[in-house]
């Protein structure tokens, strides 16, 4: 199984919105794919849920299932993560995540310990993370082997880059998860009619080089409209249409970028 963190601290990214999809392109293929939320405003979840409505109904189970915030008991976990269709299963976010800031630093290594005692059941495991820096992100970040970072064109969001890639860095360099690999800064409701937008896109190009993915996720409102489906399966028209091309293009770049 390999596992994609979508991370930034900075709330209003799409980090939800780049993991739903991401999830939906490896359902599509055919792949066993886990979904976890760790994330206690619980968008992710409320996809996943929406998914297994359509598909199995409600089976009156979910109060049996693994939660975000059980994964902290490490590899002592006994349920199971709900299963939402037959490729997909959800791991989703409850009200105690709120408690991981506080937790001691041990216990953000138990996510992955979780994650691994699950491993052989799926293919890929997609983590939405929490809009925050310190402990939610570190657990995050120690359980995932890539990081793909979504940002905003906005003055905020750019600033705050520097802390997260300062996260990203101790994670590597105290050795809580050395082969953490950052698979990039993805470029997220770019409009393309301001100049803000453009310029900032341009400077971090120039800045980060090929730290910025090549694909770009435009501001199209068919992206905006996409809670409980993938952008390509919701009501067509030009915006749909653009939207879906570009939200394929950097799921397939994501995809072979970690060799899925």
């Given amino acids: 199984?390999?596992?994609?963190?979508?991370?930034?601290?900075?709330?209003?990214?799409?980090?939800?919105?780049?993991?739903?999809?991401?999830?939906?392109?490896?359902?599509?293929?055919?792949?066993?794919?886990?979904?976890?939320?760790?994330?206690?405003?619980?968008?992710?979840s409320k996809t996943l849920r929406a998914l297994r409505e359509r598909t199995l109904g409600d089976q009156g189970d979910e109060l049996q299932s693994l939660t975000g915030s059980a994964l902290f008991d490490g590899d002592a976990i006994e349920l199971r993560p709900l299963v939402c269709s037959e490729n997909a299963a959800l791991v989703a976010a409850d009200r105690e995540l709120v408690d991981v800031a506080s937790r001691p630093l041990e216990d953000l290594h138990g996510p992955r310990a979780a994650l691994a005692k699950l491993a052989g059941d799926y293919d890929l495991c997609i983590i939405d993370t929490a809009p925050t820096l310190g402990n939610p992100l570190y657990a995050a970040l120690i359980?995932?082997?890539?990081?793909?970072?979504?940002?905003?064109?906005d003055q905020d969001a750019i600033d705050g880059l520097g802390d997260l890639f300062e996260d990203i860095a101790r994670v590597q360099q105290l050795d809580w998860n050395a082969d953490l690999v950052t698979l990039g800064l993805l470029a997220n409701r770019v409009n393309t009619r301001r100049a803000f937008d453009r310029n900032a896109l341009g400077q971090l190009r120039d800045e980060l080089g090929a730290v910025v993915m090549e694909g770009v996720l435009y501001d199209r409102a068919a992206t905006q409209y996409a809670k409980d489906r993938p952008v390509w399966r919701v009501q067509?028209?030009?915006?749909?249409?653009?939207?879906?091309?570009?939200?394929?293009?950097?799921?397939?770049?994501?995809?072979?970028?970690?060799?899925?």
């Fill in 1 to 44: 199984m390999k596992t994609i963190a979508i991370a930034n601290q900075k709330g209003g990214v799409g980090k939800t919105t780049v993991a739903r999809n991401l999830a939906f392109f490896g359902i599509e293929r055919g792949l066993r794919v886990l979904c976890v939320d760790l994330d206690p405003q619980k968008n992710f």
């Fill in 236 to 260: 067509s028209g030009e915006s749909q249409i653009l939207a879906a091309r570009e939200m394929k293009t950097v799921c397939s770049q994501i995809f072979d970028k970690a060799a899925i």
């Fill in 143 to 153: 359980a995932a082997d890539f990081v793909v970072c979504p940002c905003t064109m």
